[in-house]
């Protein structure tokens, strides 16, 4: 099994790499890195009997899914019957709804309302001016314009 020595944020860290990596960090001391690389050694029968025993429990699992997945859905008549209902709803609501709409795009219509721009641009008529008062001071913020 190789061993691979490299440094990760400053830490110096050794990967043992065979089928699978394992990793340790090593420290200043030499006896604590053989230690170290000793007890991650030790540690693989163990991380291999665990990873055998999760594969033995997902092969149960995929079995009891795949006999799961055969059988009939109880309720599959129950839910054809309310998935055809709601399908006869949607199209009648989409009907309702567009017969409504039809309906108010042809009452109401509203009279075009007046421009305000083409008053502001056509030219005062002397009937419509207001008269302009000297004689009055215009300091008054309350004066009255006729």
């Known amino acids: 099994m190789p061993m691979q020595l490299y440094i990760d944020g400053g830490k110096f860290h050794v ?7 394992h990793t340790t960090e090593l420290e200043n001391s030499v ?6 690389i000793a007890n991650l050694v030790d ?16 092969k149960d699992e995929l079995e009891s899914a795949k006999t799961e997945s055969t059988r009939p859905f109880p ?7 309310k998935s055809k209902r709601l399908a006869q709803l949607n199209i009648e609501l989409d009907k309702s709804s567009t017969t409504n709409e039809e309906k108010e795009t042809t009452t109401v219509e509203e009279p075009p309302r007046p ?32």
């Open 15 to 21: 990967a043992l790499r065979g089928s699978a990596t």
């Open 31 to 36: 006896t604590g890195n053989i230690s170290r």
């Open 75 to 81: 309720k599959e008549d129950e839910y054809k019957e």
């Open 43 to 58: 540690a693989m029968p163990k991380k291999v009997a665990n990873l055998e025993e999760r594969l033995h429990t997902l």
């Open 115 to 146: 421009s305000v721009l083409k008053k502001l641009t056509q030219p005062m008529t002397s009937e419509k001016a207001i008269p302009f008062r000297s004689e009055q001071p215009t300091h008054d913020k309350t004066a009255e314009i006729r």
